[in-house]
């Protein structure tokens, strides 16, 4: 008769690597890489005086320079047109310079309505030891779904109250600017 059979013996060494096999088939090129779709921005270049005739009606601002520019253009005053759908990042800043203290809003419209997602409301502070000269700066950047050809432009009013004998100005260059940037195609 046959025994049982023994205990497995140990494993033995690894033997040595086989030869490299053949280059596999180049895959499909990816999508290349070109930077954002769609940008541009204009700012305001000298000092403009604003004019109010009553609280709460928002009054645009001058923006009188064009900033370089891919498929959006400038062919309205103080004003951008997109020329794609998507969703692109809307940034303003606006620095508002007035003899009184006044609550400010600012935001920008889209073919003339209010973008709220953009509106901001700021108090003006004294920027002197007198008294006589007060500062508020308004700035906002949120993501919003555009449409070809939609017009937009940034635009400032009074609050509640319009004070008389009112000077309110937007200084030139940073003080006031509006920029768009497509980040995404509309889905």
Do not use: C, H, W
């Not at 030869?19 to 769609?38: E, F, I, M, Q, V």
């Not at 940008?39 to 900033?67: V, W």
Request: no cysteine.
């Amino acid at each position: 008769p046959t025994g049982a059979p023994g205990a497995a013996g140990p494993t033995g060494a690894t033997g040595p690597a086989g030869p490299a096999g053949a280059t596999g088939a180049t895959g499909p090129a990816g999508n290349t890489a070109s930077g954002l779709a769609a940008y541009g921005g204009r700012y305001n270049s000298s000092t403009q005086l604003l004019f109010f005739t009553q609280a709460d009606e928002y009054i645009p601002i001058s923006l009188n320079t064009t900033m370089p520019a891919l498929n959006v253009s400038y062919p309205a005053a103080n004003s951008i047109t997109v020329s794609e759908t998507g969703d692109y990042e809307i940034t303003y800043n606006l620095l508002l310079n007035a003899n009184q203290s006044i609550t400010a809003a600012a935001g920008v419209r889209r073919n003339g309505t209010m973008l709220q997602q953009t509106r901001g409301s700021q108090t003006l502070s004294a920027d002197d030891s007198a008294g006589t000269t007060y500062d508020g700066r308004l700035a906002a950047s949120t993501i919003v779904s555009l449409a070809a050809n939609d017009v937009l432009d940034l635009a400032i009013a009074i609050v509640r109250t319009l004070p008389a004998n009112l000077d309110a100005i937007v200084n030139g260059n940073a003080n006031a600017l509006l920029t768009v940037k497509k980040i995404s195609s509309a889905t």
